[in-house]
């Protein structure tokens, strides 16, 4: 119950800033099994968190956190990035504890850097072995958040020539953790020179990523 309550107040601080230097942070997610959950760490998260101070009006440290998976650090934070190319792998108990975390208020985003898809799948369902990853409809709220996608998810990062699709763990109603496929929101997020992206693409990739963010501390 602490760990509910502690995350709801941490919602409360997304509206209404805090007296404190910063009202929350977000999280890198670390886990097993060989992926390189590393793939972005060097701007991919702070430029997000840049943008949202900016353009939200929030109050997030400017420094990402890195968590563990089966960490209780984890309750420290009300929302988990998620990203690689390859294997993931959850210890029962790292499943347990992100059950708990999400269950309890947390949200977390995936972003498949290309590759991850087929593991995270099977992951997820270590986690809510009773959910499914559902297709989020372009009409859904977390497309019309300050800005509009229309047409759902952009793309960003070409793959296998697939369109994006935005994929959701709902529970009782609520989106808990939204997963991005075939767009690469991450390595838009990513300062220009690392992947040569247009400028129009970054802005993509941060608006949604903002809406994203206020979506999963407003509803």
């Given at each position: 119950?602490?760990?509910?309550?502690?995350?709801?107040?941490?919602?409360?601080?997304?509206?209404?800033?805090?007296?404190?230097?910063?009202?929350?942070?977000?999280?890198?997610?670390?886990?097993?099994?060989?992926?390189?959950?590393?793939?972005?760490l060097?701007?991919?998260?702070?430029?997000?968190?840049?943008?949202?101070?900016?353009?939200?009006?929030?109050?997030?440290?400017?420094?990402?956190?890195i968590?563990?998976?089966?960490?209780?650090?984890?309750?420290?934070?009300?929302?988990?990035?998620?990203?690689?190319?390859g294997?993931?792998i959850f210890t029962?108990?790292?499943?347990e504890?992100?059950?708990?975390?999400?269950?309890?208020?947390?949200?977390?985003?995936?972003?498949?850097?290309?590759?991850?898809?087929?593991?995270?799948?099977?992951?997820?369902?270590?986690?809510?072995?009773?959910?499914?990853?559902?297709?989020?409809?372009?009409?859904?709220?977390?497309?019309?958040?300050?800005?509009?996608f229309?047409?759902?998810?952009?793309?960003i990062?070409?793959?296998?020539k697939?369109?994006?699709q935005?994929?959701?763990?709902?529970?009782k109603?609520?989106?808990?953790?939204?997963?991005?496929?075939?767009?690469?929101?991450?390595?838009?997020?990513e300062?220009?020179?690392?992947?040569?992206?247009?400028?129009?693409?970054?802005?993509?990739?941060?608006?949604?990523?903002?809406?994203?963010?206020?979506?999963?501390?407003?509803?």
């Amino acid at each position: 119950m602490k760990k509910v309550i502690y995350l709801s107040l941490l919602i409360i601080c997304f509206a209404f800033k805090s007296s404190a230097p910063y009202s929350f942070q977000i999280a890198l997610l670390k886990y097993g099994g060989g992926g390189d959950w590393y793939s972005n760490l060097e701007t991919s998260l702070p430029n997000l968190i840049k943008f949202c101070n900016t353009n939200l009006n929030t109050n997030i440290n400017p420094e990402q956190a890195i968590v563990e998976a089966g960490s209780k650090e984890i309750f420290n934070y009300p929302f988990v990035h998620m990203t690689g190319h390859g294997n993931v792998i959850f210890t029962n108990q790292e499943a347990e504890n992100l059950r708990n975390y999400l269950s309890g208020g947390g949200f977390l985003h995936i972003s498949d850097n290309y590759g991850m898809d087929k593991f995270i799948r099977l992951e997820l369902k270590k986690v809510f072995p009773e959910l499914d990853l559902i297709e989020i409809p372009n009409d859904h709220g977390i497309f019309h958040q300050k800005f509009n996608f229309p047409n759902g998810l952009p793309k960003i990062h070409e793959h296998d020539k697939k369109a994006p699709q935005a994929f959701g763990l709902f529970l009782k109603g609520k989106l808990i953790c939204f997963y991005d496929f075939e767009c690469d929101l991450g390595d838009g997020w990513e300062s220009a020179e690392i992947h040569k992206d247009s400028e129009e693409a970054r802005q993509k990739a941060l608006k949604m990523g903002a809406n994203i963010i206020s979506y999963a501390f407003l509803n």
